[in-house]
T-cell receptor, first 115, second 113 residues
């Protein structure tokens, strides 16, 4: 298994500001992903965080809005830029467990509310 | 388009009732299938998964799921639910395009005493 810590766990932000979410894993992992869970919705994949290179974004998500860093195999950040109320969501970091079993492990999420 | 559909958005059951939550997917080719659970205030946890072999898979806490390839389905079942099963349940699919999962919209289960 993998233990994932996210910071902040929740925040209230003003429109137009940016917030960076941190994800720390207790072991080195190859695959790391960022998901968004909007109120009452399912999880939507934002991007794959690639170590040492640019993240791979899913359709509908762009680097300017959601810049991602992955400086090493245990840490990543997701920034939500120029926030609007539509960005109010839970943002989740997830990793593939050791042995690449296909199972994803999730952090507890960062709940952002944009006013 | 590839998608995962969960038919029941909200389910209310009495304790000891049987549970079946539907999940259908629209991917071609080989798929890996998962059910995740999110208890109130907790993070997502894996209930069970199917990669290959016996299409009836057993997971934690008495849950099981059956993969029916011809129906593109992976329904979750439990013979007798408990109050502690109250949670959000998500079906997810990995269609061999990496390890990222595509999730259904989730089913909120409330078990009443």
């Amino acid at each position: 298994s993998a233990v994932i810590s996210q910071k902040p766990s929740r925040d209230i932000c003003q429109r137009g500001t940016s917030l960076t979410i941190q994800c720390q894993v207790d072991s080195q992992v190859t695959m790391m992903f960022w998901y968004r869970q909007q109120p009452g919705q399912s999880l939507t994949l934002i991007a794959t965080a690639n170590q040492g290179s640019e993240a791979t974004y899913e359709s509908g998500f762009v680097i300017d809005k959601f810049p991602i860093s992955r400086p090493n195999l245990t840490f990543s950040t997701l920034t939500v830029s120029n926030m609007s109320p539509e960005d109010s969501s839970i943002y989740l970091c997830s990793v593939v467990g050791r042995g690449n079993t296909g199972e994803l492990f999730f952090g507890e999420g960062s709940r952002l509310t944009v006013l | 388009a590839q998608s995962v559909s969960q038919h029941n958005h909200h389910v209310i059951l009495s304790e000891a009732a049987s549970l079946e939550l539907g999940c259908n997917y629209s991917y071609g080719g080989t798929v890996n299938l998962f059910w995740y659970v999110q208890y109130p205030g907790q993070h997502l946890q894996l209930l069970l998964k199917y990669f290959s072999g016996d299409p009836l898979v057993k997971g934690i806490k008495g849950f099981e799921a059956e993969f029916i390839k011809s129906k593109f389905s992976f329904n979750l079942r439990k013979p007798s639910v408990q109050w502690s099963d109250t949670a959000e349940y998500f079906c997810a699919v990995n269609a061999n395009s990496g390890y990222a999962l595509n999730f259904g919209k989730g089913t909120s289960l409330l078990v009443t005493p």
